[in-house]
């Protein structure tokens, strides 16, 4: 399986300070992707990541992937309030479609 | 909105009964996709449909059937569920297969009584 694994399972920070969440996985993959997902609802895509880059950066988002260790991490620069929300890494591989999600990060950000 | 709407949005259903799920997406994307995702278990892919041809089905139990008439539209059928079967079922679509970002529905939270 290459089901990716997030760590830490929950993140309590305060506004302002920086969130990193990180995610393993376990065979190899054409590419990485970052959901964010509010209480109940549906997954919204952040960012996604190919196997040959190795850094990536979008808006207060950073994404680094290292295929040697098969693991990427999330960074949330300057968090706010509104970042409340459960984090999951999906990675693609050489089955059609299938994207296998990992159990995600629950993070909250106190204002 | 991300361009892929579920419907209903909430259902309670007998075990018993029979009901189906609707996804549609106007994105123009050519892979579609049903997940399951239950308390504390990551999310599940159940089946992936590729222009209009299932192309995956992840050991999904018979009482779950898909169908897929055109590439704009998904439908999840439903019959004698039972009460663990309760969980959002959600559904993605995008172009290429897993090379690009999926866009997912909001969901339909389904409890099985």
């Known amino acids: 399986s290459q089901q990716g694994e997030e760590d830490p399972q929950a993140l309590s920070i305060q506004e302002g300070e920086n969130a990193t969440m990180n995610c393993s996985y376990k065979?190899?993959?054409?590419?990485l992707q970052w959901y964010r997902q509010n209480s109940g609802r549906g997954l919204v895509h952040l960012i996604l990541?190919?196997?040959?880059?190795r850094e990536k950066h979008s808006g207060r988002l950073r994404v680094t992937l290292d295929t040697s260790k098969k693991s990427s991490s999330l960074l949330i620069t300057a968090s706010r309030a509104a970042d409340t929300a459960s984090y999951f890494c999906?990675?693609?591989?050489?089955?059609?479609?299938?994207?296998?999600f990992g159990q995600g990060t629950i993070l909250t950000v106190h204002p | 909105e991300t361009g892929v709407t579920q419907t209903p949005r909430h259902l309670v259903m007998g075990m018993t009964n029979k009901k189906s799920l609707k996804c549609e997406q106007h994105?123009?994307?050519?892979?579609m996709y049903w997940y399951k995702q239950s308390a504390k278990k990551p999310l599940e892919l159940m089946f992936v449909?590729?222009?209009?041809?299932?192309?995956e089905n992840n050991s999904v139990p018979s009482r779950f059937s898909p169908e897929c008439p055109n590439s704009s539209h998904l439908f999840l059928h439903l019959h004698t569920l039972q009460p663990e079967d309760s969980a959002l079922y959600l559904c993605?679509?995008?172009?290429?297969?897993?090379?690009?970002?999926?866009?997912f529905g909001q969901g339909t939270r389904l409890t099985v009584v």
């Open positions: 999906a990675t693609s591989g050489t089955s059609y479609g299938k994207l296998t």
């Open positions: 449909y590729s222009l209009e041809e299932r192309v």
């Open positions: 990541i190919r196997s040959n880059e």
């Open positions: 994105l123009g994307h050519n892979a």
């Open positions: 993605a679509s995008s172009q290429g297969g897993g090379l690009t970002e999926a866009f």
């Open positions: 065979t190899s993959i054409n590419n």
